[in-house]
């Protein structure tokens, strides 16, 4: 049902903050009754495209049109009138209304000056049978799930005449029969006529219902292509920025093999609620373990079940043969460290000192019935601001006044403090300078030789391939690849993200 001309087009697109391009000269199209995956990693510029459409941010430069007419949207109202919705992983509707109040909010159907609730619930349970969809539409929203309160929102972005559709990351929370029932709408709506935005980090899903695929990369246009033409490892490929050619080398690294080296933890079918999926891990003492994969693999998901963050569903997690209790507290105290992703968020106590940051997790560990005295912090803080060249005036500072990379290191100071068997990292040098990123790297290996396990985290390849001694690689949520010291290299990490195996015969894998 495609149109010559775009229901979309976007040219020349820019944009930038503070200090970031976020776009740099973008264009992006979207036809009539196409599903158009927008792709690339965190940081490529998916979203502030996405914002940039719907009206949330105002463009530096470029054009919009929407069938052939030039638009600027004020707002996300603006564009929803003229038939661009959106429908967010986190669903941006009420959920202290009904199914039915949240389809109609702001266009309610009135006979004789009231609110007609009848005639709502009626029509709001046709327009769900439309969706395969049989609820109670008198319910709270927030009474049912996820999936559902997403297909609530795209049945009323279908009710008020979408000709657009953007789905931002719709799949992360759902059960593959969730997302089966997701596709199904998706492409029944493409068969009327809608053109659908999809943004996503699973490349099954991907393949499976797009028409087309652009690919992103800081903030950058990489290029448009029909999915059915881009092999999934050269897509890999562009959304890195290495050509497969380019990445068939070797690491140096010492192999890995269980008879020689002491087994720490185990993970037997682990399963968490909306994580990670039956998943058997070994981690080893003394090893540097790469977990590999694009965003949204699972790489998190794991150690975030092994730390008692998230809940475990099914499975075992063993540690040193015995099972390690679902809980931050408990895998503090059998000595396992976690360093977050997100430093400001889940890291650093801004408001704290360097000190009070330092010896947090050492407290917890004790328990309040032995607090840490003054002179034994101060003693602490230290030798991990020495050890690890913390630049600070005194630790007295508060950490929000340092920069990313000290923080960085505060949080690896925090954990060290607490003599850890595994210290597990998620992307410990992102948004920091050249020369920290080195730094930790370095303290990286030197921890593993002095017998310290780590769990390393990176979206960076070549970063992973200089630390780690042995690499997994996910991909959906599921282990489907394992290398080891000569093995590892770029290609055969990316080759198994693509969905391939790692050998020479199968570099043009799908």
Same mark, same amino acid.
């Given at each position: 049902?495609?149109?010559?001309?775009? #229901?979309?087009?976007?040219?020349?697109?820019?944009?930038?903050?503070?200090?970031?391009?976020?776009?740099?000269?973008?264009?992006?199209?979207?036809?009539?009754?196409?599903?158009?995956?927008?792709?690339?990693?965190?940081?490529?510029?998916?979203s502030?495209?996405?914002?940039?459409? $719907?009206?949330?941010?105002?463009?530096?430069?470029?054009?919009?049109?929407?069938?052939?007419?030039?638009?600027?949207?004020?707002?996300?109202?603006?564009?929803?009138?003229?038939?661009?919705?959106?429908?967010?992983?986190?669903v941006?509707?009420?959920?202290?209304?009904?199914?039915?109040?949240?389809?109609?909010?702001?266009?309610?159907?009135? @006979?004789?000056?009231?609110?007609?609730?009848?005639?709502?619930?009626?029509?709001?349970?046709?327009?769900?049978?439309?969706?395969?969809?049989?609820?109670?539409?008198?319910?709270?929203?927030?009474f /049912?799930?996820?999936?559902?309160?997403?297909?609530?929102?795209?049945?009323?972005?279908?009710?008020?005449s979408?000709?657009?559709?953007?789905?931002?990351?719709?799949?992360?929370?759902?059960?593959?029969?969730?997302?089966?029932?997701?596709?199904?709408v998706?492409?029944?709506?493409?068969?009327? *006529?809608? *053109?659908i935005?999809?943004? $996503?980090?699973? !490349?099954?899903?991907?393949?499976?219902?797009?028409d $087309?695929? @652009?690919?992103?990369?800081?903030?950058?246009?990489?290029? $448009?292509?029909?999915?059915?033409?881009?092999?999934?490892?050269?897509?890999? %490929?562009?959304?890195?920025?290495?050509?497969?050619?380019?990445?068939?080398?070797?690491?140096e690294?010492?192999?890995?093999?269980?008879?020689?080296?002491?087994?720490? #933890?185990?993970?037997?079918?682990? @399963?968490?609620?909306?994580?990670?999926?039956?998943?058997?891990?070994?981690?080893y003492? &003394?090893?540097?373990?790469?977990?590999? &994969?694009?965003?949204?693999?699972?790489?998190?998901?794991?150690?975030?079940?092994?730390?008692?963050?998230?809940?475990?569903?099914? %499975?075992?997690?063993? !540690?040193?043969?015995?099972?390690?209790?679902?809980?931050?507290?408990?895998?503090?105290?059998?000595?396992?460290?976690?360093?977050?992703?997100?430093?400001?968020?889940?890291?650093?106590? %801004?408001?704290?000192?360097?000190?009070?940051?330092?010896?947090l997790?050492?407290?917890?560990?004790?328990?309040?019935? +032995?607090?840490? =005295?003054?002179?034994?912090?101060?003693?602490?803080?230290?030798?991990?601001?020495?050890?690890?060249?913390?630049?600070?005036?005194?630790?007295?500072?508060?950490?929000?006044?340092?920069?990313?990379?000290?923080?960085?290191?505060?949080? #690896?100071?925090?954990?060290?403090?607490?003599?850890?068997?595994?210290?597990? !990292?998620?992307?410990?040098?992102?948004?920091?300078?050249?020369?920290?990123?080195a730094?930790?790297?370095?303290?990286?290996?030197?921890? =593993?030789?002095?017998?310290?396990?780590?769990? /390393?985290i990176?979206?960076?390849?070549?970063?992973?391939?200089?630390?780690?001694?042995?690499?997994?690689?996910?991909?959906d +949520?599921?282990?489907?690849?394992?290398?080891?010291?000569?093995?590892? =290299?770029?290609?055969?990490?990316?080759?198994?993200?693509?969905?391939?195996?790692?050998?020479?015969?199968?570099?043009?894998?799908?």
């Amino acid at each position: 049902m495609n149109t010559e001309n775009p #229901l979309i087009q976007m040219l020349h697109i820019s944009k930038t903050f503070p200090g970031v391009t976020a776009l740099d000269d973008v264009q992006f199209e979207l036809k009539s009754g196409e599903i158009h995956a927008l792709l690339g990693e965190n940081g490529a510029g998916k979203s502030t495209l996405i914002k940039v459409l $719907t009206g949330v941010e105002e463009r530096d430069s470029g054009s919009v049109f929407l069938e052939g007419k030039p638009v600027a949207f004020k707002n996300t109202q603006e564009a929803q009138k003229l038939g661009i919705s959106t429908v967010y992983q986190e669903v941006n509707l009420c959920p202290n209304l009904s199914v039915a109040e949240n389809i109609y909010i702001g266009r309610e159907p009135k @006979t004789g000056g009231r609110i007609d609730w009848q005639k709502i619930n009626k029509n709001t349970r046709e327009l769900l049978a439309k969706f395969n969809l049989d609820i109670d539409v008198t319910k709270k929203l927030d009474f /049912f799930s996820v999936a559902i309160q997403q297909m609530v929102a795209i049945a009323r972005a279908a009710d008020i005449s979408a000709k657009v559709l953007i789905l931002d990351e719709p799949t992360s929370s759902l059960s593959s029969m969730e997302v089966n029932k997701l596709f199904e709408v998706m492409r029944m709506l493409k068969s009327q *006529g809608m *053109g659908i935005l999809f943004v $996503t980090h699973f !490349l099954d899903q991907v393949y499976e219902v797009s028409d $087309t695929i @652009t690919v992103l990369r800081n903030g950058c246009y990489i290029g $448009t292509y029909p999915a059915a033409e881009l092999p999934r490892v050269q897509l890999v %490929g562009k959304m890195l920025g290495k050509e497969y050619a380019e990445l068939d080398f070797a690491a140096e690294k010492e192999e890995i093999a269980g008879e020689e080296h002491e087994l720490l #933890l185990e993970m037997d079918g682990a @399963t968490g609620a909306g994580t990670i999926d039956d998943i058997d891990l070994e981690i080893y003492k &003394g090893e540097v373990l790469g977990l590999s &994969g694009l965003l949204g693999s699972g790489r998190s998901e794991i150690v975030r079940l092994i730390f008692g963050a998230d809940r475990l569903e099914h %499975g075992q997690i063993r !540690l040193n043969g015995k099972p390690l209790g679902n809980s931050t507290l408990a895998a503090i105290r059998r000595g396992i460290a976690f360093c977050p992703e997100n430093r400001k968020t889940e890291g650093i106590i %801004g408001d704290l000192t360097i000190r009070e940051n330092i010896v947090l997790a050492l407290q917890a560990k004790r328990g309040m019935g +032995k607090v840490i =005295s003054r002179a034994e912090a101060e003693q602490i803080a230290d030798r991990y601001i020495k050890m690890l060249e913390i630049k600070t005036p005194s630790q007295s500072q508060q950490v929000k006044n340092l920069s990313g990379g000290n923080q960085q290191k505060v949080i #690896l100071a925090r954990w060290l403090a607490t003599d850890p068997q595994i210290l597990m !990292l998620d992307e410990p040098t992102r948004g920091i300078d050249i020369g920290t990123k080195a730094e930790i790297q370095k303290i990286v290996v030197e921890l =593993s030789e002095k017998g310290i396990t780590v769990v /390393f985290i990176s979206s960076e390849i070549d970063e992973m391939l200089r630390c780690c001694s042995r690499m997994v690689i996910l991909r959906d +949520k599921k282990k489907v690849g394992e290398l080891s010291g000569r093995e590892i =290299s770029e290609s055969a990490v990316m080759s198994y993200i693509a969905g391939g195996v790692k050998n020479d015969e199968n570099k043009e894998a799908v």
